[in-house]
């Protein structure tokens, strides 16, 4: 059904990865190599590279770029697709009269007309600085991760991480180039700035830099931190701007956070949360927990939901992790489950559950719901998905290799895994 | 409908339901985008059905006319339930209904015990007024390109 795959991204957003390719979506691991910010305009690739996206997207083709979003949607978690056609007026629940009143309907019709191509530029961008990061995080990748890049040349996962280092935005000439581009198009609604760890990222405060000097400061600044710094400068920056949604990167209160996200420093970790949650309060911004449950993690993630629920903040998980295959949720055996959703029902034990889908997660006034449809999502997915025991195994390999390079040990955070862990060789 | 041009080529008409309930014999008249559904005195509790299109403003008006304070000051009409495609205006959304009448009272209300017309002029399609009064977020419009 063409209310089940219709995406309007296609037409307003796109991603810059952060080696400089371009990319259609920020929910999508897809990305162009050989359309990249050294050798194609902007223009170029969202009117023209992107015209056969658009025109299939018309059709109501099921594209196996956007089956993250499809299996979002299968668990009632809010997906990428249905935020982006809540940004153009339409909503799934009341799909086809919202999209003949869509503000792009015009917009759609061009591409209908003329074989996919547009005469916009895309106002929702996805700008991944680069891979510059203080922390590893076991669930990250050399692309987003050099010191995970580096750890994993060391112990031998990878031959060079000469290709992941080459960042962009490290490009002066490149940089003057984007923010160009960025200055002499419409003005964006949106843009969302990632690492790496994106406040330590030279080119990101260099941007806001550039942008403020522009007089550009409407455009809403969206970022997400590892928490693990508190770069004054920077902050002042980013105020200048008029909206900014801060999302910080947390997976649990336990101590397992520290595990996962090694090596960052709980202690740091934690006075910083609470240092943006202040700081968003008395400046008006809305802020978000950004949680990518894993297997290591989704026993201690009720925990953050009851902390964003009293604290009144929200809630954005990733897609259901399918990369590295071996810390999706699916590597769980069934007693492991059972714990983790008898954990989530316990946070959501006698509090009120409304049944309607709450697509705009930054509503403030709508934002418990919203923390209890994200728990939900995870109950359903740990219910229904199946058991991938090749995963296990895999799991079991890459935290042993990890360890040896880390000195640490999985059963000193997670003693309840010993038996699932000890029954795949660790 | 398996493509843009199937969801588009639909004849999609909004449906206005609701539910009005008389207190003492109000005479009422209802007017939704220019087409009057009913006119004359309300004598009991009446389930109103209308479609209309989706593509313009909705102007949703109920008038209570002929009221003689001094004779029969229980006379109202209660506007008990009002929905749009299923999506609930009445009560939610009561507060967005103007109400001109002739005792200058303006709080939010579906009690309409005053004659004068209480009257909802969403000024744009309604599925876009709706997602601007509902919390659902941007709205961006689509801006042409100038980079060259």
């Keep these: ?127 991944d600085l680069g891979n510059y990061c203080n922390s590893a995080c076991v669930m990250c990748s050399p692309r987003y991760s050099s010191k995970l890049g580096a750890e994993f040349k060391k112990i031998g996962l990878i031959d060079d991480t000469a290709r992941w280092n080459s960042s962009w935005s490290d490009d002066d000439t490149l940089l003057e180039k984007f923010c160009h581009d960025l200055a002499s198009g419409p003005t ?20 806001l830099s550039e942008l403020a000097q522009a007089k550009m400061t409407s455009p809403t600044v969206g970022f997400t931190t590892n928490l693990t710094v508190w770069p004054q400068d ?75 629920w009293d604290r009144n903040i929200g809630v954005e998980t990733c897609n259901f992790i399918t990369n590295p295959r ?17 954990r989530l029902e316990k946070f959501l034990d006698g509090k009120i559950i409304e049944d309607r889908q709450i697509v705009n997660t930054r509503n403030p006034s709508m934002v418990n719901q919203q923390v209890i449809q ?26 042993r290799q990890l360890e040896r390079s880390r000195g640490n040990n999985i059963l000193d955070y997670l003693p309840e895994y010993e038996k699932f862990l000890r029954s795949h060789g660790y | 409908m398996k493509n843009f041009l199937e969801a588009t080529g639909i004849d999609h008409k909004i449906k206005i339901e609701m539910c009005l309930r008389p207190i003492g014999l109000p005479w009422a008249k209802i007017d939704i985008n220019g087409t009057t559904i009913m006119s004359g005195i309300m004598t009991e509790t009446t389930y109103l059905t209308h ?18 304070y001094s004779l029969d000051h229980e006379t109202a009409i209660v506007v008990d339930r009002l929905d749009v495609d299923s999506i609930s205006i ?46 659902q977020g941007w709205l961006l419009e689509p801006t042409p390109g100038f980079l060259d």
């Design chain 1, 374 to 399: 994200d728990a939900r999502s995870y109950i359903n997915f740990l219910r229904s998905s199946e058991y991938d025991q090749e995963g296990a195994h895999e799991l079991v390999q890459y935290i």
């Design chain 2, 90 to 135: 009445v009560p939610e959304m009561t507060h967005r209904f103007c109400y001109e009448n002739d005792h200058s009272f303006t709080s939010p209300t579906s009690y309409l015990g005053f004659n004068g017309i209480w009257k909802l002029d969403t000024g744009d399609c309604f599925y876009r007024w709706w997602h601007r009064c509902s919390g």
């Design chain 1, 1 to 127: 059904m063409f209310d089940r795959v219709f995406c309007s991204g296609p037409w307003l957003h796109m991603r810059i990865n952060p080696t400089g390719e371009f990319g259609p979506c920020r929910w999508s691991s897809h990305r162009d190599e050989q359309y990249n910010i050294k050798t194609h305009s902007v223009k170029e690739y969202f009117q023209k590279r992107m015209a056969p996206l658009r025109r299939s997207v018309l059709e109501g083709d099921r594209l196996e770029m956007c089956s993250q979003c499809y299996q979002m949607e299968e668990h009632d978690k809010v997906s990428g697709r249905q935020r982006q056609l809540l940004k153009t007026g339409i909503m799934t629940d009341h799909f086809v009269p919202s999209l003949q009143s869509s503000t792009f309907r015009s917009a759609f019709q061009y591409s209908q007309n003329n074989d996919g191509d547009t005469d916009l530029l895309p106002i929702d961008w996805q700008i």
């Design chain 1, 188 to 207: 964006p609604a949106y843009l969302h700035f990632l690492g790496g760890e994106t406040l330590i990222i030279p080119a990101f405060k260099k941007i």
């Design chain 2, 51 to 68: 479609l209309t299109d989706a593509s313009v403003p909705l102007v949703l008006s109920i008038e209570l006319k002929h009221k003689q």
């Design chain 1, 234 to 308: 920077t902050i002042d920056q980013l105020l200048k701007f008029d909206r900014l949604n801060i999302g910080l990167s947390i997976e649990s209160l336990h101590d397992i956070n520290h595990y996962v996200r090694w090596p960052g420093p709980q202690e740091i970790i934690l006075q910083n949360l609470e240092k943006w949650i202040d700081l968003a309060d008395r400046h008006g911004h809305p802020v978000q927990l950004r949680l990518t449950p894993s297997a290591l993690t989704i026993l201690h993630v009720a925990d953050l939901y009851q902390y964003a």
């Design chain 1, 326 to 342: 071996c810390l999706g949720l699916k590597v769980l055996p069934h007693d492991l489950r059972s714990t983790a959703i008898s």
